[in-house]
């Protein structure tokens, strides 16, 4: 399992397999939130299936999908809820792990945390944040 470290509380991964979800928890993770939408690719595993394994797992679970269409407000609201319900720690994934830091950082950023840090915490986890640089910037500046 490739998982990443964003922030010392937040973890972002691939697509992870209802038997990584035991791994997760090993990890020590206490919350999963999946940014992928069911059905994106044949084979993966379906969203319920992740949250019926961390269910069983003792992990808490939410499901912020997050497809082809624009990022939205509604999409960072939401994963701004998911992320203040979540425990800690926390393991996001999308199908590369890109959504889900993409979402944490704008959702985090709408939060007040400072974008350029944000962008560095990305980079060291080998994520490029640059596209979202001013939407960012305008977030944290509300």
Known sequence: MDVRELDGSVAAAPQITV??????????????????????EPGQPSGAEIEAAAHAAGLSYAHVPLGREPISAAHIEAM?????????????YCRSGTRSTVLWAL???????????????????????????????????R
């Open 19 to 40: 038997e990584e979800v035991a791994q997760a928890r090993a990890r020590g993770f206490r919350s999963i939130v999946n940014n992928r939408p069911d059905a994106e």
């Open 80 to 92: 701004h809820a998911a992320l203040e319900a979540a425990e800690r720690p926390a393991l996001l």
């Open 107 to 141: 959702a985090s950023a709408a939060n007040g945390a400072d974008p350029a840090a944000l962008t560095d915490m990305a980079a060291e986890a080998g994520y490029d944040l640059s596209p979202y640089a001013e939407l960012m910037a305008s977030l944290a500046s």
